[in-house]
């Protein structure tokens, strides 16, 4: 296929890598900073820069912002040839996927979201690999009418890049979800370097402090967009997370010793059974 991906980032310029690395197609890429362009270019990441010849076009990846990717279908899909498959990779769907399967539609287009679970500590084209994907989890969020073809399709694909598990679901119950797995750790992770230790902490840190300030290095614009169109469920999973915190503090304050073993035998036992569970699954 010839497969178009837009913005050469962290993800987009990974999964240009990966396309070239692992599959046969032909890729095309689009930045807005022309030099990322050529960058990819030199490092065979992909075949030519973009040259706004959409015939040629059979997959467009949008591997972009949210509102920018709206805006970008919005701005490109008249210019699209008729029953192009368009994808995006953004961490939020619901709402967001419903408008634009509705801009891809009116213009007849294919619209189908994925989301692939990789990233790194920090973006930009510079920090891409080829290899962002391989064993990652890979979620394809298709609509109750969507093709069969299509989710088989952006499911190959995934394949093709190294995907592990590949988890077909709704929209909402994307949202829910990842809700609770990805951007409630960002929250928490930003809110955990504001304590005035975190300048001190060299020498007394160790992998625990690493794994949960990693995050807190994330792109500030894309995870506000990302949080203010989930925003219901992340309150939920806030809220409660909230109160499960406070049952610690309370027992802390209490000097409570049998409340707090309690309360931290019930976390032990909670993981080790989603452990369990996790390798009782099939991949």
Not at 86 to 104: E, L, N, W, Y
Not at 184 to 206: Q, R, T
Not at 209 to 237: C, G, H, P
Request: with cysteine.
């Amino acid at each position: 296929m010839n497969i178009l991906v837009v913005g050469l980032g962290l993800i987009g310029g990974s999964l240009c890598k990966a396309l070239k690395k692992y599959t046969y197609h032909t890729v095309f890429g689009s930045d807005i900073n022309h030099d990322i362009e050529y960058a990819a270019l030199r490092d065979v990441a992909i075949d030519k820069p973009f040259d706004n010849n959409f015939e040629d076009v059979d997959v467009a990846i949008i591997a972009i912002f949210p509102d920018a990717a709206e805006k970008w279908l919005c701005d490109h899909a008249a210019e699209m040839k008729n029953g192009t498959l368009i994808t995006d990779v953004c961490g939020i769907k619901g709402r967001f996927s419903d408008r634009m399967k509705r801009i891809a539609e009116e213009n007849g287009l294919r619209y189908l979201g994925v989301h692939p679970m990789a990233g790194k500590e920090f973006g930009g084209y510079h920090n891409s690999s080829g290899d962002l994907f391989v064993k990652a989890n890979f979620i394809v969020v298709p609509f109750e009418d969507s093709r069969q073809e299509d989710i088989s399709l952006l499911s190959d694909l995934a394949r093709e890049i190294g995907a592990g598990k590949i988890v077909v679901t709704s929209p909402e119950n994307h949202d829910k979800m990842i809700a609770y797995t990805s951007q409630l750790a960002h929250v928490v992770s930003s809110a955990y370097v504001k304590s005035p230790e975190l300048g001190l902490e060299c020498g007394f840190s160790g992998g625990s402090f690493q794994d949960m300030t990693r995050i807190a290095t994330m792109n500030e614009k894309m995870w506000t967009e990302l949080f203010m169109q989930n925003s219901e469920y992340l309150v939920y999973e806030l809220d409660l997370l909230i109160e499960n915190l406070s049952k610690y503090s309370e027992a802390l304050k209490a000097k409570d010793y049998e409340m707090m073993k309690g309360l931290i035998a019930e976390g032990r036992e909670l993981k080790e059974n989603n452990i369990r569970n996790r390798i009782g699954q099939p991949n």
